[in-house]
């Protein structure tokens, strides 16, 4: 276990919808990433948060929104969903968002947009 | 545009075979180079290497960069079954700083 937890686990939705992914970090740890997993690209680095702000930005839809919030959990926002955003939505954490340090992972959540 | 290539894509060995995967990549502001090995859904955090030459090892994972020709290697000896797999291996650098991610290697152990 990790210790970065992501809810929900599972998610099932229509196109056009809007759904929230949630993240909580590791305790003590400051910053958290949101990446996007889909068979074919691999592992897409989308957003990083640092201490409430932004603190660099991937390859993020415009539909996509993120917010880091004063208790350090963090909620992906997608809207407007279309069949191509069924992926693996992972969320990690590190200390201080630095370069030289490893993350950790949370378990995902998988959606599926039907 | 800065990418990691990882080979091969899939693997199938079986218990007790020793193992290399391959990391090559084309990263600027390169930092550091990390392994991950993902099992069902959360990557789980191996190796970090910084510099060339100088060898990782747990147990019986071990793994090296070479920053000259822009590669790494993991090696896994005697093989067991819970070492199938997807294993990623990333970059830290680019423009941004974060984690550039290959595709993987889906190592498959058979008993």
Redesign the interface.
Known sequence: DSGVTQTPKHLITATGQRVTLRCSPRSGDLSVYWYQQSLDQGLQFLIQYYNGEERAKGNILERFSAQQFPDLHSELNLSSLELGDSALYFCASSVLGRPDEKLFFGSGTQLSVL | EDKVVQSPLSLVVHEGDTVTLNCSYEVTNF??L?W?KQEK?????LF?L?SSGIEKKSGRLSSILDKKELFSILNITATQTGDSAVY?C?V??GS?????????TKLSVKP
């Open positions: 930092r550091s990390l991950y859904k959360a990557p789980t955090f970090m910084t990623l990333a830290n650098g941004q700083g974060n984690l550039i991610f290959g595709k993987g």
